[in-house]
């Protein structure tokens, strides 16, 4: 298929306008049209990833409106770039996507009965928002799909209740501010290279020699700290949780393992792409302090993470110190800590999505996220608790799980930098993950109270009736989304080599140092 | 906490004014942006490629187009948005009482409005048609379009300009301007250009290729304008009546 690429926004675009139409003929046309939309979305992604590693120098260039390159000068028109990074990337995203539609059917009707036109329609945008931010190829088209994906971000935290609507508005001013600080960037960059286009930019300042000039320098700081802001790092997370808490279910589900995770992707694609390798790292002082910070936000993340007591919550600072770790990995300047924070966001897109669709069937169930309701829950629904546990074993880095493998290359690039204060916020961090989940491990399998006092009558008592730990599973349309992202965890975890050899040849074109002296 | 406050901005502003001491010449042909291919192309190439005279309007619309649809998706979004908050947060919520205003319309300001509204309406359409040659286009008459009837809401009540553009009907209007703008864009990649190719509708309309970017740029500005007419009138209702729909300032 020629225009896969193009698909892959076409079909959640129109999908949304005829989901939001759908309130006129029959409301339950929002859910199939939703998820048939995305399944096409997903094919189209799945096309595109075949087509650019078919591709001779491994991309896909897609000229919109027409202004091809041989005719044209580049930057006239808007440009898609679809290298391997950004077609595993959104593959991740569009299957994200399809697991959470499928998913959402039961909560979308619970928790905002007769809005769910509106619901779906700003759901596909999200996707198309996300989707398209990971294909650009233009600095200010990716501020405009940076703004559909927080604005239809804001909308589906916020249709949840009064709370939620709150913690929105704080999420609102840091998101515009952040948003506007990248805008200030790219007009910095404008005056200065006078393209937009992100291959254009990186060619203008290798031919002009820009590197030292105060007004990158300056675009580049903007830019950084903008989407600093829009990832939750540690000093500007403060939205991150209140948000993702309050949010309805199947938001969180859909944005937790997504929004920061791209934003991410952005910063990646600014280092490499638009500012190049040697401005980024070796004619800032980022290099120097970065890893610094990312020890800070990471220790205070998992303390913080330490001190909840109820699931989401503990979730959403768990988000805090995985976008840490990525963020390190990109900046202790390493070939390898680029490939573990390439391979962290795909691995960490899908365990977060195991966790969330894990406990919105808690939710759904027990009615609590809190410890203190989740006593018993594994003679209940044991498939859920695997899934879901199966996420938090990957979050933890167990093997063969994929979190296991880009932990290991993270840590194999602290090694070889030489970025030991990395290494040890690192397994520090990984022994906060193991208490964290090896509490609610306990919380769900043994009869033990806040103080440690035994409930049950001895061995295999839960101190339960009958009813309460009776084999209650979820509604199956709830348990294969996750089932299904468990067994993705695994399968990316076993298969890990396939996709760490597509992030290889994708960093084969810069030239990163590898920290290992060749005789 | 103002001071605190105040730091981060006296470093911004002064890192700000630190990145100016490096700005390009006014002016100056030799700046990397003067000698950049883009602009000279936009300033030389507009007319050749679209037959727009124009030059603002080709790069909004066709150039960047890809960027103009999603300004309008965004608009759509904010619509939904408000609607999706508002709809019905404040059902059983006491009005606040200082919103009530028992006044019967001031006959002045009816008269007046009477008078204003024809002919802000056919401006909005001269606005958007005439984007090509002057400036204007979708946004602009859109707006121009929506303000008529905020106004018609602001000196009668909302129901009368309810009963003129029914709030039921606005998300309908605002997609299908949505629908148009990709659905441009959709025929012309079906024809077998790439997405928003407008060039390619040459096959199916009796014009040249040029032509044909002229006049779809027509066809997408109109999709802009019902999508802000609407959707500024959507906001107008819901955020002066918290969602109720009812009454309103």
Known sequence: MENAIAWIFIFPLFGSVFVALSRYVNIKLAYPISVLSMAGAFWAGVETLRQAMASPNHEISYLLGGWTLDLFPRGVGIEFRADLLASLIVLIVLGVGLIV??????????????????????????????????????AFNLYVLIEVAALTGYGLIAIGSNRAAAATFNYLILGTIGASLYLLGVGYLYIKTGTLNMVGIQEVIEANGLTDSATMQVAFVLIGVGILIKMAFFPFHAWLPNAYCNAPTTTSCLLAPLVTKVMIYVMIRMVLTVFGVEFSFE??????????LVVIAIICAAFLALSQREIKRMLAYLIVAEVGY???????????????????????ACMTLCLFLGTGIILHK?????????RGLFSKMPFTMIG??????????LPPTCGFFSKWYLITGGMVSGHWEYLVVLMFSTMVMVILFFRLIERIHLAVDESGKNLGKGHGDLGLSREQTRFDEAPLIMLIPLLVAAATVIVIGIYNQEVVNQIETFLQAYDLPTGVEYE | MKFFSLIPVIVIGGLLLWAGQ???KWGDVESPASKSPVSS??????????????????VLADYRGFDTMFETVVVFIAGMAVIAILRGSSVGRPRRKDHEVEAEPDLIVTNTVRLIVPVLQIFAFYVLAHGHVSPGGGFQGGVVMGASFILIALSWDLEKAMSRFPIERCLFVAAMGIVLYGGIGLLSMMLGGEFLDYAELDKILPVSREMARYHAMLGVEIGVGFTVASIMFVLYANLASEGRLKQGL
């Open chain 1, 366 to 374: 027990c009615k609590t996220t809190h410890f203190d309701g989740i």
């Open chain 2, 22 to 24: 490096d700005f390009p």
């Open chain 1, 283 to 292: 004619s800032t002082i980022w290099v120097s302090w970065m890893p610094w």
């Open chain 1, 388 to 397: 879901f546990f199966v996420g938090g074993f990957s979050i933890i880095g």
């Open chain 2, 41 to 58: 192309h936009f300033i030389a190439n507009t007319g050749v490629d679209t037959e727009v005279p124009n030059m603002v309007t080709a």
């Open chain 1, 101 to 138: 539609t499928v998913y959402s059917k039961i909560h979308v009707e619970k928790e905002t009965p007769n809005k769910e036109a509106i619901y779906y329609s700003l759901m596909l945008l999200q996707i198309t928002g996300l989707a398209g931010i990971c294909l650009t190829g233009d």
């Open chain 1, 326 to 348: 990525m963020v390190g990995g990109v900046w202790i300047y390493n070939y390898y800590g680029l490939i573990g924070s390439i391979f962290h966001i795909i691995s960490d």
